[in-house]
């Protein structure tokens, strides 16, 4: 039995937050000397103790973690410690009783990073080591206080064979090497700043590096290295300029420097997640370094950059000021995630990034709060920390951040910042830390925000309002309520702040006077929605306004209740490109909505003209931005319609948004045609704002023409066969892969043929098919998942088939055979076993059976109620399952 699966007879316990308790010992130093062998890697070290008054009782035991370790030596002091000394509990915890106050310990394992298949710890792939230490993989290397309030200085030597592994890795600086016995050499690295245990990192390989040097505004030399395979260097420039980006922008925006003379990163195909913010040596998915135009989309260059300065923003929100406790998780990814948000905004358009932000929130982060897995965006208690790295925790801790952001203003963020870091510099901290600090700076209130990390759901705005003409008064009532959630049945009003404006008959912005004030003031301005309802009274309104509300996106609410002319209206009309943007994407979801109820009453789905005019008059003026106009031109995903039903049917949703395509394509065949050459580039691929732009827009009239009909079918063909960028090539064989025409199988296999030695490349052809809309499509993953390119072993395959179905396709996963559920309950049953973190990852879309219909919820439960009858199942699986099913 791995070591991360429960033990059949035991329930997993929750842990809780209420239950934090400072740790009994300190650490002050760690010394570690690793001999690597795949099989066989001994762990040497010695750790300088000190009892923590803080802890309260001073007879605690010292208490060290451990899973999966055989232990060969140990010693206290320098003496050998006899067994009866110290014990190692079931959960592989060494304890030692009656340590002194002030001790060092010495302990010696074995490891087996060649079995280690959960990717956690230390691990090989391709044949080279790696380290995942958080939350808690640290305690799978050596015995340790694995929590991240144990700040301690590293000082790391590695001994490996020189001619099979020649790069040898960790955090720091290195500060020496030499020659070993029996062709063996080492390498020592010295990081000079004290860090909690998940960011310690080891790569040990033959790795080639490609190499730049930035120098700080106060003048270090920090060289820079990316390490990958021999043969992967032409393809890590767009991450190399991301992070020299990066650097540069943190110390203009937030004065924060790099503090190390080198910055490593090292890509692995092997790896649970995106990356890790390790101390000096990031480790990253190659998914998220390795780019070219023909090897990567455009989504995938945004996606380097984004997380390349994610984790680089992680030194500074993160490893240097760090979390107290996993609860406080969001203290970190929230902040590093506005941070990451706003730097891309930075690059390129800012409205187009806020759209895409705000579109990914509403795809994962609410129907999580709406789900069983619902949680506050610090969380009360979790029973396996690896569930609670969710788009809670990452994306509405970041609009929390935002929050803050919006109410004190960017001067006053910015003091908040300095001051915080000041403060806690080398410090293990709580959120209320991060808000004291911003309400220190700016001198507001902000006790009120608190609520955001407390409460779990997301908040439903309405809007009520009134015009009284003799007065020329306009009143605006809003409301705000949000539904329960598991162990949370009430609910409080929370501080929301409203950033709108108000536009006449004619469309134009009108200036705004709140009754008791003495000028109108132009634009946009913020309303303060912080009770269950409070109404704001306009005067000097020459006219019946119509409100435009939420510019930006000011807060992760539910805006719903506008009336659809009022939608229309300010589609075209408002000053805000957000909320033009989102009325648009709310009349298309209204729309599809009705179609869904008259496909139910066995009635017509009918067309509304006046999307295809809006499809006429975007592409009139998309030359200004293309971005957004690719933007505007997107439907809603079937999964963000779902999520506006109580009731969901899929099969509905997919069958309205297809006709709707599909009139559009017709109908506006001429205008769509006409764009798509138009938007035809003919000069050099260019990848930046404007040209990733032209490209959306050019793939969303292909979409449209081929939704229509044989022609668009032919176009994506032609434009598959042009291989001019794999953004054009990927865009054409999706819509190629949703048909039945003959040029589908035949792109499929031409694009498997040429691309069957490229992992990262192939994992997009699993994907596809995975999420083709053909009614076919079960037994065709299925297929795939015998496919000999299979791997289930490694996470970012396993996630382009079964992730990418089960996530990415609706319409097929919950056919109403079961057969998709059926097939996900299988998947998730074999990976369990072999990475548990992945397999609780992957679980997700059966525990909504709530939201469906009673059928198919219980064709979900029954696949739910199978994985939890197994005898022994990860804590993260487990987790999972049993609280869909509570
Ligand atoms: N901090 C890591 C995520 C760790 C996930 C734990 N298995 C990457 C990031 O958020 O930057
Ligand atoms: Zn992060």
Known sequence: MPDTQRDASATPQPIRRQDYRPPAFLVDTVELVFDLDPSATTVR???????????????APLRLD????????????????????YRIGPDGALCIPNAPGICTLETRVRIAPDRNTELSGLYTSGGNFYTQCEAEGFRRITFFPDRPDVMARYTVTLIADRARWPVLLSNGNPEGSGAAQGGKHWVRWVDPHPKPSYLFALVAGDLVNV???????????VSLNIWVRRGDEPRCGHAMESLK????????????????????????SDFNMGAMENKGLNIFNTKYVLASPETATDADWQGIETVVSHEYFHNWTGNRVTCRDWFQLSLKEGLTVFRDQEFSADQGSRAVKRIRDVRGLRAAQFPEDAGPMAHPVRPDSYIEIENFYTPTVYQKGAEVVRL??????????????????????????????????????????????????SQAGTPEVTAEDAYDPAARRYTLTLRQRTPPTPGQPEKRPLPIPVAMGLLDPAGQALPTRLAGENEARAGTRMLLLDQAERRFVFEDVPAPPVPSLLRGFS??????????????????????????????????????????????RGEPLGFDPALAEAVTTTLAGADDDPAFAAEVLALPSEGVIAD???????EAIHLAREHLRREIGRRCADTLRAAYEALTDTGPYRIDGRGIGRRALRNACLGYLAAAGEEGVRLAKAQFDAQANMTDVLAALSLLADTDAPAREEALAAFHARWRGDELVLDKWFAIQAMSSRPDTVAAVRALYRHPDFDLRNPNRARALIGAFASGNPARFHDASGEGYRFLADAVIALDPINGATAARLVSPLGLWRRQAPERAALMRRELERILALPCLSRGTFEKVSKALA
């Open 66 to 85: 451990g899973e999966g370790l055989e232990l060969l030596e140990i010693a206290l002091d320098g003496v050998p410690l006899p067994p009866n000394r």
């Open 404 to 453: 803050i952001h919006t109410r004190i203003g960017a001067a006053a963020f910015r003091k908040g910042m300095d001051l915080y870091i000041a403060r806690h510099d080398n410090q293990a901290v709580t959120i209320e830390e991060f808000v004291q600090a911003m309400q220190d700076a700016s001198g507001e209130d902000l006790s009120a925000f608190m609520g955001w990390y």
């Open 211 to 221: 190499h730049d040097t930035f120098t700080t505004r106060s003048g270090r030399q």
């Open 644 to 650: 506006q039903m109580e009731v969901a049917d899929p």
């Open 555 to 600: 807060a992760p609410v539910r805006l719903g209740g506008i009336p659809r002319e009022r939608l229309r209206f300010l589609a075209v009309h408002d000053t805000d490109p957000f909320v033009r943007w989102d009325s648009h994407q709310q009349y298309a979801t209204a729309l599809v909505l009705d179609m869904v109820a008259a496909h139910r």
């Open 45 to 59: 070290a010695r750790l300088a103790l000190r009892r923590n008054r803080a802890h309260g009782d001073l007879a």
């Open 245 to 268: 980006r990066a650097m540069r922008w943190d110390e203009e925006t937030f004065g924060l420097e790099y503090d190390l003379d080198v910055f490593n990163i090292a890509a692995v």
